[in-house]
């Protein structure tokens, strides 16, 4: 989505308004924030049930880098390899979180205690002031005004309590534009987006689109504020308007606030902004949303390079010993229902098996005819699809340090949509002085 938003940026910044840009901005933060693996599964359960049917099986999974999770007794136990992935995100996630809590608490402290003191000096002209703007865009939040002194810049901040700053007198027209534009701001919760933008740095920090989305949000942000504001306004009006713009950004002093958003800035910033503003962008809400939409859409297409957890059910009735063979093995296999157990212990080697539960393949499924049907080893295996089981047997194969190996092999039912599977009772246990597989 990063990358999307980018491109658009680049290449179209010049015909697509910075309003689009700054919604697809915001997708983009969520992007990096919400874990979307869970749409795999809905995407999977639409494309079945609208455009086809297919044999989504396996029976042969490598366990080595995949999560692997066996249910039994309506517990959860999980391979090595799920628990070391687990713990590093919890870490991670534990890490940024903190350090993202700590500085919003002492955002809220500060522009709360702020607010209390400008609430209490504020007079009834400003009053009824802000209450007029707060009813033209629709804020429900109570916004409080600060006259400052002069040579401050015009500024907003706070999440439940905002504040905006301004030097003009109030009623003036230059008031009106400043603060028309910092309510822009206070509607879309751009503060509320600039922290979400620093918690989603903390976690990608490695990521360089992230470091480009972070410096960029910003800009983007003003610009699209800028066009909401002067959105059917005329050419004098918009040039009033740049006039302020350039006060706003020569000496300004500004608020030592973290997250705030303020009118002026840099010259560079600055001349984008009247650049844009003289463009004169076609906007559209309707297209707009279609066009964030569709792209967003499209980009969660992405969803299908996650690698699924691999579920199994074992008997009520295992032992810990096996439950933590099967959570040990290195490879998973589902062998057709039709090979009774004597067929399966007669064989002394694997190639033997050949046509019958051959496991030379990362991933296949062997049907009851003999038609072997390979896949992908990240297809997914999700247990809440309404299951479609194929009786079979499956196979654990665990190699040992000394080069032997054994496999272990049950009665097993595996679902035809999702892959998941019931393992039952256990079958027998072959084992190899050099592994062949």
Same mark, same amino acid.
């Given at each position: 989505?990063?990358?999307?938003?980018?491109?658009?940026?680049?290449?179209?910044?010049?015909?697509?308004? /910075?309003?689009?840009?700054?919604?697809?901005?915001?997708?983009?933060?969520?992007?990096?924030?919400? *874990?979307?693996?869970?749409?795999?599964?809905?995407?999977?359960?639409?494309?079945?049930?609208?455009?086809?049917?297919?044999?989504?099986?396996?029976?042969?999974?490598?366990?080595?880098?995949?999560?692997?999770?066996?249910?039994?007794?309506?517990?959860?136990?999980?391979?090595?390899?799920?628990?070391?992935?687990?713990?590093? &995100?919890?870490?991670?996630?534990?890490?940024?979180?903190?350090?993202?809590?700590?500085?919003?608490?002492?955002?809220?402290?500060?522009?709360?205690?702020?607010?209390?003191?400008?609430?209490?000096? $504020?007079?009834?002209?400003?009053?009824?002031?802000?209450?007029?703007?707060?009813?033209?865009? +629709?804020?429900?939040?109570?916004?409080?005004?600060?006259?400052?002194?002069?040579?401050?810049?015009?500024?907003?901040?706070?999440?439940?309590?905002?504040?905006?700053?301004?030097?003009?007198?109030?009623?003036?027209?230059?008031?009106?534009?400043?603060?028309?534009?910092? $309510?822009?701001?206070?509607?879309? $919760?751009?503060?509320?987006?600039?922290?979400?933008? =620093?918690? !989603?740095?903390?976690?990608?920090?490695?990521?360089?689109?992230? &470091?480009?989305?972070?410096?960029?949000?910003?800009?983007?942000?003003?610009?699209?504020?800028?066009?909401?504001?002067?959105?059917?306004?005329?050419?004098?009006?918009?040039?009033?308007?740049?006039?302020?713009?350039?006060?706003?950004?020569?000496?300004?002093?500004?608020?030592?606030?973290?997250?705030?958003?303020?009118?002026?800035?840099?010259?560079?910033?600055?001349?984008?902004? $009247?650049?844009?503003?003289?463009?004169?962008?076609?906007?559209?809400?309707?297209?707009?949303?279609?066009?964030?939409?569709?792209?967003?859409? !499209?980009?969660?297409?992405? &969803?299908?390079?996650?690698?699924?957890?691999?579920?199994?059910?074992?008997?009520?009735? /295992?032992?810990?010993?096996?439950?933590?063979?099967?959570?040990?093995?290195?490879?998973?296999?589902?062998? *057709?229902? =039709?090979?009774?157990?004597?067929?399966?212990?007669?064989?002394?080697?694997?190639?033997?098996?050949? +046509?019958?539960?051959?496991?030379?393949?990362?991933?296949?499924?062997?049907?009851?005819?003999?038609?072997?049907?390979?896949? /992908?080893?990240?297809?997914?295996?999700? *247990?809440?699809?309404?299951?479609?089981?194929?009786?079979?047997?499956?196979?654990?194969?665990?190699?040992?340090?000394? +080069?032997?190996?054994?496999?272990?092999?049950?009665?097993?039912?595996?679902?035809?949509?999702? +892959?998941?599977?019931?393992?039952?009772?256990?079958?027998?246990?072959?084992?190899?002085? &050099?592994?062949?597989?």
């Amino acid at each position: 989505m990063t990358i999307m938003y980018l491109l658009l940026r680049r290449l179209l910044w010049h015909k697509i308004s /910075a309003r689009v840009l700054y919604l697809l901005a915001k997708s983009a933060i969520l992007y990096y924030l919400i *874990p979307l693996p869970f749409l795999k599964r809905w995407y999977k359960e639409a494309i079945q049930a609208f455009l086809w049917k297919n044999q989504m099986e396996a029976a042969h999974i490598s366990l080595a880098w995949t999560n692997y999770a066996v249910h039994v007794e309506g517990g959860l136990h999980v391979n090595i390899y799920a628990r070391i992935q687990v713990l590093l &995100v919890l870490v991670w996630l534990a890490g940024a979180s903190f350090r993202i809590a700590k500085q919003v608490s002492e955002y809220t402290r500060l522009t709360r205690r702020f607010a209390v003191c400008a609430e209490r000096i $504020m007079s009834d002209r400003h009053r009824e002031l802000i209450s007029e703007f707060r009813e033209r865009f +629709g804020v429900k939040r109570n916004v409080t005004l600060y006259q400052g002194l002069e040579g401050e810049s015009a500024e907003s901040f706070g999440i439940t309590k905002p504040v905006i700053t301004c030097d003009r007198e109030p009623g003036s027209r230059e008031a009106e534009l400043l603060i028309s534009h910092e $309510m822009v701001h206070i509607k879309r $919760m751009d503060v509320l987006w600039s922290i979400l933008l =620093d918690f !989603a740095s903390f976690l990608h920090w490695w990521n360089p689109f992230m &470091v480009k989305l972070y410096r960029d949000f910003e800009r983007i942000s003003e610009c699209s504020c800028d066009e909401t504001v002067m959105a059917g306004k005329s050419k004098e009006e918009i040039d009033e308007y740049l006039r302020i713009l350039i006060k706003e950004a020569l000496g300004k002093k500004e608020l030592p606030i973290r997250w705030k958003n303020g009118f002026g800035e840099n010259a560079e910033k600055i001349k984008e902004r $009247m650049e844009n503003l003289k463009m004169n962008k076609k906007w559209n809400r309707i297209t707009a949303g279609l066009l964030v939409a569709a792209l967003t859409f !499209a980009n969660s297409m992405t &969803v299908f390079a996650y690698r699924d957890v691999l579920h199994v059910e074992v008997a009520e009735d /295992a032992s810990q010993d096996e439950i933590e063979y099967t959570t040990d093995g290195d490879i998973y296999v589902f062998a *057709p229902d =039709d090979a009774s157990e004597e067929e399966i212990q007669e064989f002394e080697t694997l190639e033997e098996l050949e +046509g019958l539960m051959d496991i030379c393949y990362d991933c296949q499924f062997m049907d009851e005819e003999g038609n072997v049907y390979p896949i /992908a080893e990240d297809d997914g295996v999700e *247990p809440y699809c309404d299951h479609n089981y194929v009786s079979g047997t499956s196979s654990i194969h665990k190699k040992y340090s000394d +080069g032997s190996c054994e496999v272990r092999r049950y009665q097993a039912q595996r679902c035809s949509k999702c +892959g998941y599977i019931l393992q039952g009772d256990w079958i027998g246990t072959s084992t190899y002085a &050099v592994c062949p597989h």
